[in-house]
């Protein structure tokens, strides 16, 4: 640095020092302004071993005024600065309604355990947590596998549900099988039929529906309690075949909705044809979902439910089960539709995909699964932000996979490190290289305290080769000048099909800014990892990682600057990596 240079420096650090002890009670420390330097003025990157002592000489002398002084200087050389940076208001849930009514608010989380979650489910649980949480209560997971014919559960995916609650950081308080529980379904369902509020319906569904369309009640409905009792055994004695008994719960018959109308409570399944996957053949009599879940919410102390509306015709439904049973229904919460452009939430069209092949696995990049989301490096902070943001409205949402993004970068761009990924490489011979360079840069521009990378750039007779992308062509071509970043600047004499032609220029930052030098990327030729890149639409991007990826590990996720944030996958002879967003 020169003379007047230094002065410079001096009067941007120093604003930087003063600024950063105004914040922390009149004490600046290094560090943070350093990366705050280097990230706002990348042209001292070069010349960290000299600003290094500048900054230190500076913090020592800003720390020894006391706070006054230190606001005093900044009111008068950078007023503006003082103007405080708005921070952006963190979204807070709506509160629950009636939740005082309560000594303590109880919500739960109930998947049918037959595949993985996605984001959709995501909403449910994420409102469902931070809401017990909110109140200090109690969050329950509840797996409603009670259906082993046309939803049949699969033991995998009881932990693989517990997976992903456990990675969005959604812990619960108490967990229930519904599979374990059909005693006390059989209990309850007895005593609603003891007080004649069920019976047990012998008649053909088509027959039934006919009759219940105009209002009508089917012949079973008029029997005694007595006889429904009977039936009752008889289904449990395994007197009926399947589809031959079921038993309806008393609603209004002229209920606007013929689909309320006495509706199925439980019915009978043929276990020997349809096993279930925890307990087997052992129970014929299943409990329908209104049943089980009605049940359950008594008995668990559910307080509020926080559901999609397509439950509304089931609350409905519910409401008159507990009227017979004397309780009183937990509050509701029906939110909207989440959809997101671009990408299927429908379990059955997740599973269509699957059974083609379309999808290999249910973590296919394509899909938005949390497992395929985790795979890709996107974070559960950012799903429970994005989801605190959509909220409980009753309001369809249609989101796009770039609000996700959005959230997502916020969490990982603090943190992850930079390196350079050359993806379609080609090569770049570079003549008239003056001397050896030694490139240190940043892991992270605003993080210097991260460390860096080192280059060891050696020409040959003043030669030197790297690669560097084929998606740079079109930037470089014609260019009077092109600078790779943190090294130099070059010029392109001509570019073949194979390899490209380029002339040493100078180092200066500022002569490729006065130049309008494009700032491309690149690697020593014969260094770097090979690498492949999973992207978003099961494509893969393959090119050469920058050496220092060796030292990677599973699960980091990083961004390959220019290009994108990839979680790495893994990392042997080769890098794999799943590309999460620019
Ligand atoms: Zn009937």
């Known amino acids: 640095m020169n003379p007047n240079e230094e002065k410079e420096a001096r009067e941007i650090i120093k604003k930087i020092v003063l600024l950063n002890a105004l914040r922390y009670g009149g004490k600046a420390s290094p560090k943070p302004v350093f990366g705050k330097l280097l990230g706002e003025h990348p042209q001292f990157r070069r010349q960290i071993k000299e600003v290094s002592p500048i900054i230190n000489e500076i913090v020592q002398e800003i720390n020894a005024l006391p706070l006054e002084q230190q606001k005093a200087i900044v009111e008068e050389k950078w007023p503006e600065a003082l103007v405080e940076e708005k921070t952006e208001e963190k979204k807070q849930l709506p509160p629950l309604p009636n939740a ?52 049949k559960p699969k033991l995998e995916f009881y932990d693989a549900v517990r997976e992903d609650l456990d990675w969005l950081g959604c812990k619960w308080d108490g967990e229930f ?157 029906h939110y909207g539709r989440l959809k997101i452009t671009g990408a299927s939430l429908s379990k059955s069209e997740i599973v269509k995909g699957l059974n083609s092949g379309l999808y290999k696995h249910w973590d296919d990049p394509r899909l938005a699964t949390l497992a395929a989301l985790r795979r890709r ?104 000048a092109v600078r790779f970043m943190d090294l130099f600047n070059f010029r392109v004499e001509k570019i073949e099909k194979t390899l490209i032609q380029a002339n040493f220029l100078s180092e200066s930052y500022e002569e490729a800014k006065k130049l309008g030098a494009p700032l491309i990327h690149w690697i020593p030729v014969d260094s770097g990892v090979p690498c492949e890149v999973v992207m978003p639409d099961a494509s893969v991007t393959k090119g050469v990682a920058e050496e220092s990826c060796r030292t990677l590990k599973s699960n980091e996720i990083i961004q390959f600057q220019r290009f994108g944030f990839v979680r790495v996958d893994g990392v042997n002879e080769k890098l794999t990596a799943y590309f999460a967003h620019r």
């Open 377 to 480: 490096g996107i974070t559960p902070e950012a799903i429970h932000s994005l989801m605190i943001d959509v909220g409980p409205k009753p309001a369809d949402v249609v989101l796009s996979w770039k609000n996700l993004y959005a959230h997502n970068r916020k969490q990982i761009d603090p943190d992850a490190k930079r390196y350079f990924f050359v993806h379609n490489p080609i090569k770049i011979s570079v003549k008239n290289v003056p001397h050896a360079f030694t490139a240190q840069i940043p892991l992270h521009p605003d993080h210097p305290e991260m460390g860096f990378r080192c280059f060891e750039v050696k020409p040959a007779k003043g030669k030197a080769a790297f690669l560097i992308s084929k998606d740079d062509l079109d930037l470089i071509e014609g260019k009077r």
């Open 177 to 333: 099988i519904q599979s374990d529980r059909l005693k006390i379904y059989y209990e309850y369902a007895e005593e609603l039929i003891k007080a004649g509020n069920a019976y047990v319906c012998t008649c053909v569904r088509e027959v039934f529906q006919e009759k219940s369309k105009t209002g009508q009640s089917c012949p079973c409905r008029i029997l005694s309690a007595e006889e429904n009792l009977v039936r009752w055994n008889r289904m449990l004695d395994g007197k009926y075949g399947e589809g031959e008994a079921v038993v309806r719960v008393k609603t209004d018959l002229g209920h606007p909705n013929p689909a309320v109308r006495d509706w199925p409570a439980l019915r009978i399944v043929d276990t020997t044809k349809y096993p279930h996957p925890r307990v087997g053949s052992k129970y014929r009599v299943w409990p329908l979902y209104n049943f089980s879940t009605g049940v359950d919410d008594h008995l668990m102390g559910i307080t509020h439910i926080i559901r999609g509306k397509e439950h509304l015709t089931n609350q409905a439904r519910q409401e008159y089960m507990y009227r017979h049973f004397g309780w009183e229904y937990p509050e509701t919460i």
């Open 100 to 151: 005082k009514k309560y000594d303590r608010v109880v919500t739960r989380f109930s998947p049918n355990p037959d595949f993985v979650l996605h984001l959709g489910s995501a909403r449910a649980i994420i409102l469902s947590y931070d809401y017990a949480k909110m109140y200090n209560g109690l969050f329950y997971l509840r797996f409603e596998d009670t259906d082993s014919k046309t939803k």
